[in-house]
């Protein structure tokens, strides 16, 4: 067919843990969050931004993660307050996108959020189609307004989500996918 449908096709997510090294230079990684960029936004507002999340910041985030997950659960062990500092250690690149959305006098909040999901997904296209993997996930701490202060989120602002990208160290398998009569409605 073409090679964009044959991605879009194949595209798997691939979890954090089994992504590895190396991950995109700079400039790579600069090319594919221009690529990002170019979705719909109505209004030209650009209503998301990135935060990239690379080296020895992974362990700090981490950390913070971890200092929320205890205060809420004093109780945890040190093995579960390990995989809450662990979160965004695996993959070597771990990019958060972040929501912008807000009042404005023509274009409505909910397109504006569309548009940060639109990012997020056209960056895991970009990714896979450069050869990298990635899983665009969310989690408990992408809610987590302790969480959000370390990453440098104004209060109105909000994560569509981490996009981890990486290697894969393992080909995943596929899981099922909607079948299309159950989902598509012709008029």
């Known amino acids: 067919m073409n090679p964009t449908l044959d991605l879009l096709r194949t595209r798997r997510s691939v979890a954090p843990p089994r992504l590895g090294g190396p991950g995109p230079t700079s400039a790579e990684l600069d090319a594919l ?30 950390e913070a993660i971890a200092r929320a997950y205890a205060a809420d659960n004093p109780g945890a062990d040190a093995a579960r307050l ?23 006098v023509k274009i ?26 990635t899983a665009w996930l969310t989690e408990w701490f992408a809610y987590d307004r302790r969480v959000l202060d370390a990453l440098g989120l104004d209060p109105r602002e909000r994560l569509a989500g981490f996009v981890h990208v990486g290697r894969p160290q393992e080909v995943p398998s596929d899981r099922p996918r909607p079948v299309l009569a159950e989902i598509v409605t012709r008029l």
Not at 35 to 48: E, Q
Not at 55 to 61: F, L
Not at 83 to 103: K, M, Q
């Open 33 to 62: 969050l221009a690529a990002a960029s170019r979705v719909p936004d109505h209004g030209k507002l650009a209503p998301w931004r990135f935060v990239v999340i690379e080296g020895e910041a992974r362990s700090r985030i981490g």
């Open 108 to 133: 409505p909040e909910w397109e504006q959020v569309l548009s940060a999901g639109a990012v997020a997904m056209t960056l895991v296209i970009a990714a896979n189609a450069a050869g990298f993997a």
């Open 82 to 104: 390990d995989l809450e500092r662990g979160r965004l250690a695996h993959a070597p690149t771990v990019v958060a996108v972040v929501s912008r959305a807000g009042p404005h």
